[in-house]
């Protein structure tokens, strides 16, 4: 028991960390430190810092998974209606935090794609669990009629994620919401049967 | 004469660098090293390591502007054309490092963004540069009515743009160019008329 809580507190600092910071301006000393366990332990838990890095993901990415389902699940409101709660309370929560930090999967696979090949195919793996939860909803919608059929329901989830992702990146450097305005707009536009 | 070349060479070098292995990952050292010049000429030049940033960002925008301008204005073809073969181009062009290092702007976007306000205004500064070339194209078209004008030009150009720095994050995770076939064919066929 108070191993594994070690574990999950030492992923949690790492999350806020990377996401903070970026993956490279990270010590594995600064993780260490503010979670205040000697450095054997970090090296008893994970063999290296990309090992960790990875874990971390995985943890981030099982957090999110659980969330976005919920979410996504929720028969008491159209499938449309689902999605566009899920990606304003993703708008909301980077405009509290000023739009400065992001998500950590796309953090990753952009500073790490020609770094790390286990970091990405991590990332990669963890956008698609994400994808296919989106998939499902988007699914339903094309059963219910709400939305296009001509393009799969993985096709156009991919499709929202990767506005989503750009809108952000856009964001991150202009520190506000329009782009995210926009990309509500015409991704929902798009989609809607 | 000699001191403006070797200032070119310099953020030659540091767009080379910074778009492999990121700017935080990237020592002043490594750029001096690579350059073979003295330390006191970098500082001659660039006050900080965050300067050079902010002008290997304007070097880097300033070629791509007037590759962007000139492609798109090529009135041989319809302005639909002429965008399709921009971001096919650049398609091919992640496609030929296999999806490793992405588009300099996009990349600092990302790191930057919560770590210096310098850095994201110049980027957000850049990427505006560049989608207002878009936004001129998609003018040109919505007047030949081969485009949608529901929404104005800088906002299709913004939805572009977003849509294609999405897909190219993904492949970076991916490394495949399936996003940017997705992106391609959905976000044209939202863009015409």
């Given at each position: 028991m108070y191993k594994k809580h070690n574990i999950e507190d030492i992923l949690e600092k790492g999350e806020e960390i990377f996401r903070k910071k970026g993956f490279n301006k990270t010590g594995v000393e600064e993780i260490i430190q503010s979670c205040g366990i000697p450095k054997g332990s970090f090296y008893n838990f994970f063999k290296s810092k990309e090992e960790f890095g990875v874990k971390t993901l995985d943890h981030y990415t099982e957090k999110q998974y659980k969330t976005v389902k919920e979410l996504l699940s929720d028969?008491?409101?159209s499938p449309t209606e689902r999605l566009m709660n899920f990606y304003l309370g993703m708008i909301e929560f980077n405009e509290n935090e000023n739009f400065s930090y992001g998500c950590l999967l796309g953090n990753m696979a952009q500073e790490m794609a020609g770094l790390s090949e286990r970091i990405s195919a991590e990332v990669d793996r963890d956008l698609r669990r994400i994808t296919s939860v989106i998939a499902s909803c988007i699914n339903e919608g094309q059963n219910k009629n709400e939305?296009?059929?001509?393009?799969?329901a993985e096709e156009l989830a991919q499709y929202l994620q990767n506005g989503f992702y750009g809108a952000l990146l856009r964001a991150k450097a202009e520190k506000n919401k329009e782009s995210f305005q926009l990309f509500m707009r015409t991704s929902f536009e798009f989609i809607k049967k």
């Open positions: 028969s008491d409101i939305m296009r059929n001509d393009f799969t």
